[in-house]
């Protein structure tokens, strides 16, 4: 049976900061073994049998970050649709957005498999012939959700209650001694967040439990922008019908009221992976319990976890800590806190902080730019330009820039002029004028910018022409 995958890219994953940042968030961020959630998410669900096509629902800033992922995979691909929102609205929206582009494309009967973006599932084969039951119950009406065999008493997620495959209850998330009876009882699984059904079936329970979200969610679509470009269908959500869209999960909306609900019990080695705690251990532990990712010493320490990108990191004497080292931000913590890492964020958040936001490394349409230092009046960036890509021809108003080529060929507009420059050229830009950056060349371009003003922000920035769209 044909099914379409439904990939929901979502939330900033706060309890991974400072990995995880608004920009840069969860699914993107790379585990120990050097992939990512959101592409071991799509590999999965392009290899399941007869997947054709991928819809991805993302926000709009992340959908050059997520095509360049989804690209690492290599080899044939389904062809690729992306529903950007331009803010989240929870999971309902998500669904509705997705069910209501896959009924008008390819038809009511459509069987679509929802998957979040930032789950891990070891044992593929399992999953595989679990989905393979949901879409048999799926095109026979039914909207199927997928039962984790509970590995503990786990008070971090919601519970499904079965008889067989018929749901008798959706259960919130319990404390510790109600979660041990659940574990107990052999019928109740963990809520995984993952669902099958037809688009048709799903319009349907909408429309008749969540007709708001269902209507908003028509007429962000009615209004939205689509386009093809690269083999793909980008249809940005309209953000003024979006923004009346209530804000809701699909187990509040639907899932909590219908009476065709079904659950496929699996157990596949899954994770939402949502904590630091859960990261330490896809990391193998030494004789002491340590684990460790980058560079490290540890000196009669225990039962720790480190994470270091850039520098070396030392520890002496402590136990069960999580230390996270990154160019802009340390994290210590007790692994007993792990969950807690989320009050940092909301904090850095709240004060409207940038390591809330971003990395020094920042991903663009066009390649990235690194922040190597920057003070008074000043900042010094590393960017480097992809080849055949770039940037938007644009202005600033209250700095100037100095290119200099470090490798790579660089078509430069400035003002007037445009100039070829190769490594060791350089060309400077007053402030005020147009210019534009592009790498014409088959290798990626690399140049240090250092700017100058009285105000360095990356808002500062007036576009005049641009080929992805963002003037």
Known sequence: MRIYPVIISGGAGSRLWPLSRDLHPKPFIRLPDGTSLIGRTYARAAALPGVERIFTVTNR??????????????????????????????????????????????????????????????????????????AELAADGRIVTFGIRPERPETGYGYIEADGEEVRRFIEKPDKKRAAEYVASGNTYWNSGMFCFSAGTMLKAMETHCRDILAGV?????????????????????????????????????????????????????????????????????????????????EASRNCFVHSEDRLVGLVGVSDLLVVDTPDALLVAHKDKAQEVKRLYNRLKEGKHDAAKLHRTAHRPWGTYTVLEEGDRFKIKRIVVKPGATLSLQAHHHRSEHWVVVSGTALVVNGDEEILLTTNQSTYIPCGYKHRLANPGILPLVLIEVQSGDYLGEDDIVRFDDVYGRS
């Open 61 to 134: 800033e992340l959908l050059f970050l997520t095509s360049d992922i989804y690209a690492e995979r290599g080899g044939p691909s389904p062809e690729n649709a992306f529903l950007l929102e331009p803010f989240g609205r929870d999971t309902a929206a998500a669904v509705a957005l997705a069910a209501n582009h896959a009924a008008e494309t390819l038809g009511a009967d459509a069987v679509l498999l929802v998957l979040p973006s930032d789950h891990l599932i070891r044992d593929e084969a399992a999953f595989a012939a679990a989905v393979e039951r949901a």
């Open 218 to 298: 028509r007429a962000a679509l009615q209004a939205a922008r689509r386009l093809e470009a690269d083999g793909r269908t980008v249809i940005e959500v309209d953000a003024k019908e979006f923004e009346a869209v209530p804000a809701i999960s699909i187990d509040y909306a639907v899932m909590e009221k219908v009476d065709n609900a079904a659950c496929v019990p699996v157990d596949c080695g899954w994770s939402d992976v949502g904590s630091w705690a859960a990261i330490s251990e896809l990391v193998e532990a030494d004789a002491s319990g340590n684990r460790l990712t980058g560079e490290a010493l540890i």
